[in-house]
Structures are given as structure tokens and as C-alpha cells.
């Protein structure tokens, strides 16, 4: 091998080494577990500070202030919410007319933030965010994905804008009644207020002067001008303020003592709930409230906050669901105006997650009537009815499929067909064990209700993933785990005038509910134990390749196809997808979220061909998994492009025009310079045919191993071959020999109608000559030209060609940098260089995967199927 390629290698090899050193392989894991772990720890913490500042009160004395609650407070209350949600819409009007004006109906945008923030709002940041939803809506619409970032990154801006304003007002005002921060003294808290209100005022006229743009690194979001911000401020404090004010109403009289003191408490129990994971931040939210004004041992100000949920999270999100099941109704019915039918198709992406809402929130009420008492006349009705052991089990099924629903509406927000199916049942049997463990009719109902939802949104639930293995998500385990310590703290709340004793585990009789509590709660922590224990396991790290078998037909394919690297179908790593005829396929294999395929579809047909790429396009849309084409040529591209898929450059490939090469000329002296050296080393040159390749399987593998061990490396799957005997028996081998013995040696493959050929594995012993393979590919490109072969593909050159221009997109700009100054890792300038020694032309060659956040995913994935270094990906 050249001293060039050497260097690659030895520079590969050790940037390999560095990156697993600097980050083990369960880094990112261990961060997001690590982020879940706060999550849930900020959730317990608030719990215990719940369970300090109630243990006076008992649920009976919450009920009654519950029901004390004036008719017309609830309907300020409503109001309030209106208005904050009203808000809320605005947010996205105003961000999307500052970022793409006149490009989504106003309509759309308001129900996008509005129904969004309704979703989110009631299941909780760390499940479904609004930014997603708002992601899929727009990009429905045609927004890119850099616009939609910037939409986002507005309406975020405007209600954090409107908790730093508050949180200043607060401290002009009355800065000797602000809890947290009175320690630095009345003086130095209006100075801090007064110079946040200036810097929010010098902001608004430095967007004044001219359009501005915000860098960070390498990111770069155009800022809103003035006006749109201070609209966005504006709707922003109308948020918070009616938010806040829907509480505030609820709250007992003489409760607050101070408005700017109550505004800056509820911006930090909005902000701890974000941070604990819990649906809608419920228990952090409810503890940051007490404690910080100061409300413990008082059961209305218990009763407001529950009151505070029904309205302001629970009514919204009912609406939402409601809007949705009209709006499938007339669909279905085909009863719809042409605009609202389109507004109708433009929002069915946000029923999973409104799904995944309904199974949560399902789940939710099963576990609630599971811990809190039961009346005591419908428990009398049930024991003339039904045998005790009956009531005993319904309890914990009830409790089971309480948890059961919660880890099901992950799969409900992926569309999986399965978890559809499931939910469905779950759904029912939680609405029997309702009837069979207290006559829970209202709650049977409610269950019954959701069923028929889902049913209702069959269509929406068709994919059927490919991995059967089962996972949750660090911060999906957080939502639940932080779920279920709130409903058992709820328990604890409701019996806590119970003395504890061993005997309670033991007790069974019509009204022992303390008992059913207790043995339920050890039955959710269980269930939730094996959950955790499944993530960690099942939940790190990457799948391995796996054997697959080859249909009958690929060989018969692939002989015809005039594409040399198209033999990989013969490596027996890829599971494939058929023409139904037999006149094509398509090779891939998943990794991560990904469907993978190895270049584009096979076949002589370019109507096979298009079949097969959007086959393969719904295959991965079914399977709730992203689509990526890796190491695709150009001329294709407007296939891929029609399916809303996006282009990353990787590289070119270097392919040699057969009919006029030689060695001859000034340019070629040094491959006659490698092919004299090795005639002079008596090292002779030969092509073995594929037939006779298993006598000389035992010194090609002695080869080899020697050559990994050089190379301290291990065998490369997908994109590359491998030493396996069945693999290379398909092959003609040319070789070269040292006094009859095999010193190196490479795989060729073969394209149809000799259009072009190429090889694939290339290696030698250790001691071979220094210009080995120079002389080895030399004698390859003569020997491919004599058969007649009219093209010769050397392989790829990663990041050659990419633009640096600052027109050109960010990754062509990133790849360009990394091109220009990546020799000490890495010298892809010089691969090209030993390359360009053939006089090649250069082809780009891409990775077609979805475009937006999933384009950066889809990348890892396919990095990971290749070799596992995220510098690896750019390899032939």
C-alpha cells in the first residue's frame, strides 16, 4: 500500500480510539438517563414537600372545598383560560406571518398553537412537545425546516420574554415581599428589575434598526423585527398573566398577599414542572405554589389547585379531543367544505399524539380510582353481587392496566398498529374492572368514551415496526415514573389518618381499601421496576447485523445488473425487499429509527426501480421508521426529491474510463513504476476464476487475518464485504504471488454487458513490497481493460467536492471544513490525490434521508450500520 494510504489508515484507526475514549459507547444514554433522573427527582422532592404541607388535611376536607367553590369563580376561572389560550394562538399567527408570511392560513396557525400547547400542556414537555406538533403541521405546509425552527424559537422567545418581564415587574414593584430572593435586599432587587425592563427595552430598538440575526456556534435564526417581537411580548404577557389569573381567582380570599410575589411564584412552578418530566408538571407545580406562599395545611387552597387543573389543563385538552372527533366525523362523512377539508387532512398529524393523550390521561383516571377510597354504597351493592376474590383482582387489574395505558401511548404517538390494537383492549378491560372493583360507572364511561375515540381514528394507526423489541424512551420512563409517585402519593394522601400496621397487607374484606392500596401500589413500582430494568437492558447501545437469507432470485438480479457494487446483495447482511415479480430488489437493514437501504433499488427497469424506491418508501413509513437510500448516485436524485426526501452530499467516486487508460505517459510512472518494482520482486500477477476461488480459500484467509491483525481492525458489514467463504466463492480473485505463495489479493466485482467492475476487499501481509498495492491495482485496471470493461470504480473519496461557498448549505459548508482541515485526524485530500494517479471522473455520490431534525438522526443511523464511527459513514 502507498505511504498515503497507510497514513489514512493508521489516522483512522486512532481518531477511532480517541472517540471511544472521550465518549463511551453509552455516553448519550447515560446523559439522558442522567436528565430523566432529575426529572424525577424534582417530581419526588416536590411530593415531599406536598406530603409536609398537607399532612393536616384530609382528602374528605379537600372534596368539601372543592365543592365550595362558587359557580361564578369556576366561570372567571374559564375565562381566564380563554383568554391565555387565545394567547397562545396568537404566539403562532404572529411568529408565522414575521417568519413565512402569507404561506399558512391564519386558521391553521392559531389551531396549531392552540390545539399544540393543548396537547403538550396536558401530557407535558418531556412526552410530546408543542414544537413537534408544530413541526409536523408546517411542514405539512411546505415551511422548511430552518423557518420552522425560527417559528418555534419565537413563540418560545415570547413566553419566556413574558416570565423575565413579570419576574422584573415583580421586583420593581414589591421587591420586600418577593419570596426566594429577598436575602439581597430591597435596593438590589429593583435595580435588578429595572435593568432587566431596560434590556428588554434596548433590545426592541436594537431590532429596530435593521434585520438581525442571532449566531450561536454554527447555528445562525434571523430575529424577529421590533414589531414582531413586541407583538410577541405582548401576546406572551396576555398568556401568562390570564394563565396565572385563572389561578389566582380560584384561591382562597386573603391567600395572596401580594400580586408581584404571586406572578414570580407561578413562573417558577411553571418552570420546575417543565423540569420534572410529570404531565403538565403536576406535583412540582402544585409544591412550588404551597410552599412559596405559603398556603400549607389549608384544603381550599388544595381544592383551588385542583379546580386550577380541571380548567385550565383538563377542559382545554377535552376540546381539543372533541374538535378532532367532530372534524374525522365529517370527514369520513365527506360532509366537509374543500378548506376545511384540507384543514382537517393538515391536522391528522397530531391525532397520535392527541391518542397518546387519551391513553395517558385513560391511564391516569384507572390509577386514581385505584388509590382513593370507593363509596361505600356502591362496595355494599357489589358484595350481594359478586364474590370478594372478584373485587380483590379488579383492584389490581385496574391498577394494571392504569400503568398498562401509560406505556402504551408511546406506541399510540408512533402510529403503531399494535399499540392501537392494544390500547383498545386495555380500554375495555379498564372500563370492566371499573365496574367490578366499585361501580365506577362514570369512570366505566369515560373509558368507553376513549375506546370509541381511538376506534374512530383507526386509519391513523398503520405502521407494524420491523423490531419487535421493546423500549421506552429515558424521558417517556420519566413521564411515567413521575405519574405513578404522584397517584401513590394521591394514596398515601387519602389514608394517611390509616395507622400503618403488618396486618394491613393481609386484610381482605369489603372495606378494607387501605389494604388494596397498599398490595396495588406494590404491584404499579413492580411493574414499573421491570420496565426501567427492560430500558436499561434493551435500551444501550447499537443492533448487530444478523444473517439473513438470500432469495432465489437476487443472484439472477444482480448478474444482470450492469452495477458493479451491487454484488453486496450477496453478503448475506441485508433482509430485502421484492419486486413481486422478481426483477429487482431492494438490500437494506435498520438501524436505529432507520430503514437503511445500500445504494438505490436494483434492477434494469426504471419503472422497477421507481416501483421499488417508493415500496421501500412505504415500508419504512409503515414500519414508523425513517427512510435513508446511503451511497446514491445523481441520477436518481428527483425520485428521491418528489418523495419529500433530502439530499446530503457525502463525497464522489472516483471511476476510470477503461478505453483510453494505459500506463503509459508521464502521469502513470508511478503505477509503471509499481508494476516493474513487483516484476522485479518476483511478484507475479493473477486473475482466479470464481470457480477455482474455494481451492485458494485457506491462503486467502491466512491473508487476511494477517492483514487485520496489521490493522488492529475488525470486519466492516453493509457497505463493505467481509472474509466469508460463502461470500467470496461468487467472485473471481485477482491475486498476486510470491514464489507460488499468495502475498495479496482482492475480490472483483462484476458488472452486466461489462459496464463496469470494481473490488472489494484489498489486503496483504505485512511484509509484502511498499508499492503492493499500487502494483495490485495497476495490474487490476490492465487486466479490466483487456476483458473489455469500459468503466473501473476505484471507490469513494469522503467530503471531496462539497461547496464552501457561503451560499452553499450548512452541510456542505461543514463538510468543506472538515475537508480543508481534517488532515490530523484524517487526510482526505490525499485519498483523492492517490486516486486522481488513475486519471478518474468524479461522480458525487449522497445520503437521501427525511429532511428537518430527522435528517441529523437518520445520519447517526446510518453511521452506526456502516461501522459505528460517525467518520465512517463517508467510506465506500
Not at 497514513?7 to 453509552?26: F, G, N, T, V, Y
Not at 411515567?480 to 381482605?508: C, K, Q, R, S
Not at 425520485?639 to 476510470?656: N, S, W, Y
Not at 491483525?709 to 473471481?732: H, I, P, Q, T, V
Request: with cysteine; proline share 4%; net charge positive.
Amino acid at each position: 500500500m502507498t505511504t498515503a494510504v497507510a497514513d489514512h489508515e493508521k489516522q483512522m484507526q486512532r481518531l477511532e480510539a480517541r472517540a471511544k475514549s472521550r465518549l463511551p459507547w453509552w455516553g448519550k444514554k447515560a446523559r439522558s438517563a442522567m436528565f430523566a433522573a432529575l426529572g424525577i427527582g424534582v417530581a419526588i422532592v416536590s411530593l415531599l414537600v406536598l406530603a409536609h404541607f398537607s399532612s393536616e388535611i384530609s382528602l374528605h376536607d379537600v372534596k368539601r372545598s372543592l365543592h365550595a367553590i362558587p359557580t361564578s369563580t369556576l366561570l372567571v376561572a374559564l375565562v381566564f383560560t380563554i383568554v391565555s389560550f387565545a394567547a397562545v394562538a396568537l404566539y403562532d399567527v404572529v411568529a408565522v406571518e414575521t417568519i413565512a408570511p402569507k404561506r399558512v392560513p391564519y386558521h391553521i396557525s392559531a389551531m396549531a398553537g392552540g390545539a399544540g400547547y393543548a396537547i403538550s400542556n396536558a401530557l407535558g414537555f418531556s412526552l410530546l412537545t408543542g414544537g413537534a406538533l408544530r413541526y409536523r403541521v408546517y411542514a405539512a405546509e411546505g415551511i422548511d425546516i430552518a423557518d420552522i425552527g425560527r417559528i418555534i424559537g419565537t413563540s418560545w422567545l415570547a413566553i419566556w420574554f413574558a416570565f423575565t418581564i413579570l419576574i422584573a415587574v415583580a421586583l420593581v414593584i414589591d421587591p420586600t415581599r418577593i419570596p426566594w430572593v429577598v436575602s439581597f435586599g430591597p435596593i438590589v432587587d429593583q435595580v435588578i428589575g429595572t435593568g432587566t425592563l431596560i434590556a428588554v427595552a434596548v433590545l426592541l430598538y436594537w431590532l429596530s434598526r435593521r434585520e438581525r440575526t442571532l449566531r450561536i456556534g454554527r447555528m445562525s435564526v434571523r430575529l424577529p423585527s421590533s414589531q414582531g417581537a413586541l407583538l410577541q411580548i405582548i401576546a406572551g404577557l396576555v398568556d401568562v398573566a390570564a394563565a396565572a389569573a385563572t389561578l389566582y381567582v380560584l384561591l382562597p380570599a386573603g391567600s395572596v398577599g401580594s400580586i408581584p410575589a404571586f406572578a414570580l411564584v407561578y413562573v417558577v412552578a411553571v418552570a420546575l414542572g417543565i423540569v420534572s418530566h410529570a404531565p403538565g408538571g403536576i406535583g412540582a407545580f402544585e409544591a412550588t405554589i404551597i410552599a412559596g406562599l405559603g398556603l400549607g395545611q389549608n384544603p381550599d387552597a388544595i381544592a383551588a389547585l385542583v379546580a386550577y387543573r380541571l380548567i385550565y389543563t383538563l377542559i382545554p385538552f377535552l376540546i381539543a379531543i372533541a374538535g378532532f372527533v367532530v372534524s374525522e366525523i365529517l370527514r369520513k362523512r365527506h360532509l366537509l367544505a374543500a378548506p376545511t377539508m384540507m384543514a382537517a387532512r393538515m391536522f391528522e398529524p397530531l391525532i397520535p399524539p392527541l391518542s397518546a393523550g387519551i391513553a395517558f390521561l385513560g391511564g391516569i383516571v384507572l390509577l386514581i380510582s385505584a388509590v382513593i377510597p370507593g363509596l361505600h354504597s356502591r362496595l355494599e351493592v357489589l358484595a350481594d353481587i359478586l364474590p370478594m376474590p372478584f373485587l380483590e383482582m379488579s383492584h389490581l387489574g385496574a391498577s394494571f392496566v392504569g400503568l398498562a395505558l401509560l406505556i402504551v401511548a408511546r406506541g399510540l404517538a408512533r402510529r403503531l398498529w399494535r399499540a392501537w390494537f392494544l390500547a383498545l383492549i386495555l380500554f375495555s378491560l379498564g372500563a370492566i374492572f371499573a365496574l367490578t372493583k366499585s361501580l365506577a360507572w362514570e369512570e366505566a364511561l369515560i373509558l368507553t368514551l376513549m375506546a370509541g375515540t381511538l376506534l374512530l381514528f383507526r386509519d391513523s394507526f398503520y405502521r407494524r415496526p420491523l423490531n419487535e423489541r421493546f423500549t421506552l424512551t429515558w424521558g417517556w420512563l420519566a413521564s411515567i415514573g413521575t405519574t405513578a409517585f404522584a397517584v401513590i402519593w394521591l394514596g398515601f394522601f387519602a389514608y394517611h389518618h390509616v395507622e400503618y400496621a403488618n396486618e394491613l397487607w393481609w386484610e381482605f374484606a369489603w372495606d378494607a381499601q387501605a389494604s388494596r392500596f397498599l398490595r396495588a401500589t406494590v404491584l404499579v413500582l413492580t411493574i414499573l421496576a421491570a420496565v426501567t430494568i427492560n430500558t436499561v437492558i434493551n435500551g444501550v447501545g447499537r443492533s448487530k447485523l444478523k444473517a439473513q437469507p438470500i432469495p432465489d432470485q437476487v443472484p439472477e438480479v444482480v448478474a444482470t445488473s450492469p452495477r458493479a457494487s451491487d454484488a453486496l446483495a450477496l453478503l448475506g447482511d441485508k433482509r430485502f425487499l421484492m419486486d413481486p415479480q422478481g426483477r429487482g430488489f431492494v438490500m437494506y437493514a435498520r438501524s436505529g429509527g432507520s430503514l437503511v437501504s445500500m445504494g438505490e433499488p436494483v434492477g434494469n427497469d426504471g419503472t422497477v426501480i421507481s416501483d421499488l424506491a417508493w415500496a421501500f418508501r412505504g415500508l419504512a413509513d409503515r414500519t414508523g421508521s425513517r427512510t435513508v437510500f446511503y451511497g446514491v448516485g445523481p441520477e436518481r436524485l428527483p425520485l428521491f426529491l418528489d418523495m419529500g426526501l433530502t439530499a446530503l452530499k457525502l463525497g464522489e467516486v472516483a471511476r476510470v474510463d477503461l478505453t483510453d487508460f494505459s500506463l503509459e505517459g508521464s502521469k502513470r510512472q508511478p503505477l509503471r513504476y509499481a508494476a516493474r518494482r513487483l516484476e522485479k520482486e518476483g511478484i507475479t500477477f493473477e486473475v482466479i476464476a470464481r470457480d477455482n476461488t474455494p481451492d485458494i480459500m485457506d491462503e486467502l484467509r491466512e491473508v487476511s487475518d494477517a492483514w487485520l491483525e496489521m490493522k488492529s481492525g475488525s470486519e466492516k458489514r453493509f457497505s463493505l464485504g467481509s472474509f466469508e467463504n460463502a461470500y467470496l466463492a461468487n467472485f473471481d480473485v485477482g491475486v498476486l504471488r510470491k514464489e507460488g505463495k499468495i502475498v495479496a489479493f482482492a475480490n472483483m466485482w462484476r458488472g452486466a454487458n461489462k459496464e463496469e467492475i470494481a473490488v472489494d476487499l484489498m489486503r496483504h501481509v505485512p511484509d509484502a513490497s511498499s508499492v503492493v498495492m499500487d502494483g495490485l491495482f495497476a495490474n487490476l485496471l490492465m487486466a479490466a481493460k483487456n476483458e473489455g470493461y469500459h468503466w473501473f470504480n476505484l471507490g469513494a473519496a469522503p467530503l471531496s467536492g462539497l461547496s464552501d461557498s457561503h451560499l452553499a448549505s450548512r452541510w456542505n459548508r461543514i463538510g468543506s471544513f472538515i475537508y480543508r482541515r481534517g488532515a490530523e485526524f484524517y487526510r482526505f485530500d490525499g485519498l483523492r490525490a492517490f486516486k486522481d494517479k488513475f486519471g478518474p471522473k468524479w461522480t458525487p455520490y449522497y445520503l437521501i434521508c427525511p429532511p428537518g431534525l430527522a435528517t441529523p438522526r437518520s445520519l447517526i443511523d446510518a453511521t452506526n450500520l456502516v461501522s459505528g464511527s460517525p467518520f465512517e459513514v463517508f467510506k465506500r
